[in-house]
């Protein structure tokens, strides 16, 4: 008798099928409707992608130039992989990152072979790089990219993930204050006038010193000592 948990279901309760070959249709029937909803999330790129392991072109993708702060999450299911920390500048383009959030990932050593690119810019450093082991979500298991050993320390992994996996979360920072328009007028006006102002003050005492003539600061700091006396 072969048991498996029931989708909805209350914890512990379990669907039962008779045989194999019942929980093997049943498994080709979820896993078929889970295809279509897939097919109708997802365009074609990113299908392609996450559930036929495929790739994309380098420095064409979305997030490989990206260097906001915000978090990366799996596009599929929604799962936090990476954070704008763990990623960092690097030729290959595409993002890349030298570490990943706990539990986030899982690793295959299954399809592993290096990208043919045609017509595309490939750096000479990364150029026939080999991986050692596949990306894959821990949550749905949809292929994200690959892993090398060429990354910085303290690991010295490279994660090179296809953006057409992944989802960015911009942080959201602090909104500047809306000020009306009249306000606006009104302060870079004073801004001018005291820019003039001040201007005008300081050719002042220029003319007064070039002339021989008691400066207005000389002037007050007399007045402060006959005050004193």
Same mark, same amino acid.
């Given at each position: 008798?072969?048991?498996?948990?029931?989708?909805?279901?209350? !914890?512990?309760?379990?669907?039962?099928?008779?045989?194999?070959?019942?929980?093997?249709?049943? +498994?080709?029937?979820?896993? @078929?409707? +889970?295809?279509?909803?897939? +097919?109708?999330?997802?365009?074609?790129?990113?299908?392609?992608?996450?559930?036929?392991?495929?790739?994309?072109?380098?420095?064409?993708?979305?997030?490989?130039?990206?260097?906001?702060?915000?978090? #990366?999450?799996?596009? %599929? *299911?929604?799962?936090?992989?990476?954070?704008?920390?763990?990623? #960092?500048?690097?030729?290959?383009? #595409?993002?890349?990152?030298? &570490?990943?959030?706990? &539990?986030?990932?899982?690793?295959?050593?299954? @399809?592993?072979?290096?990208?043919?690119?045609?017509?595309?810019?490939?750096?000479?450093?990364?150029?026939?790089? %080999?991986? =050692?082991?596949?990306?894959? *979500?821990?949550? *749905?298991?949809?292929?994200?990219?690959? %892993?090398?050993?060429?990354?910085?320390? /303290?690991? #010295?992994?490279?994660?090179? =993930?296809?953006?057409?996996?992944?989802?960015?979360?911009?942080?959201?920072?602090? $909104?500047?204050?809306?000020? /009306?328009?009249?306000?606006? %007028?009104? =302060?870079?006006?004073?801004?001018? !006038?005291?820019?003039?102002? &001040?201007?005008?003050?300081? $050719?002042?005492?220029? @003319?007064?010193?070039?002339?021989?003539? /008691?400066?207005?600061?000389?002037? +007050?700091?007399?007045?402060?000592?006959?005050?004193?006396?």
């Amino acid at each position: 008798m072969h048991k498996v948990y029931k989708t909805g279901g209350k !914890t512990g309760e379990y669907r039962q099928f008779k045989d194999f070959a019942t929980f093997k249709a049943w +498994r080709y029937k979820v896993l @078929n409707r +889970r295809s279509d909803a897939l +097919r109708d999330k997802l365009t074609p790129l990113q299908h392609w992608v996450t559930q036929a392991m495929g790739y994309e072109r380098p420095y064409t993708n979305e997030y490989w130039w990206v260097k906001d702060v915000g978090m #990366y999450s799996c596009r %599929v *299911c929604t799962t936090r992989l990476f954070i704008s920390d763990h990623k #960092y500048v690097n030729k290959s383009g #595409y993002p890349t990152f030298w &570490n990943h959030l706990i &539990n986030a990932l899982e690793f295959k050593r299954d @399809n592993i072979y290096r990208h043919d690119y045609t017509n595309a810019t490939e750096s000479a450093i990364l150029r026939n790089k %080999v991986p =050692i082991q596949r990306a894959i *979500c821990s949550t *749905c298991e949809s292929h994200l990219g690959f %892993v090398f050993d060429d990354g910085p320390g /303290p690991f #010295y992994k490279r994660f090179q =993930i296809n953006s057409a996996s992944l989802v960015f979360e911009p942080k959201p920072w602090f $909104e500047e204050p809306k000020i /009306p328009r009249e306000l606006k %007028v009104s =302060i870079l006006t004073a801004m001018k !006038t005291s820019r003039e102002g &001040n201007k005008l003050y300081d $050719e002042l005492i220029d @003319n007064e010193i070039e002339m021989g003539i /008691p400066s207005l600061l000389d002037r +007050r700091a007399a007045l402060k000592e006959e005050k004193k006396k």
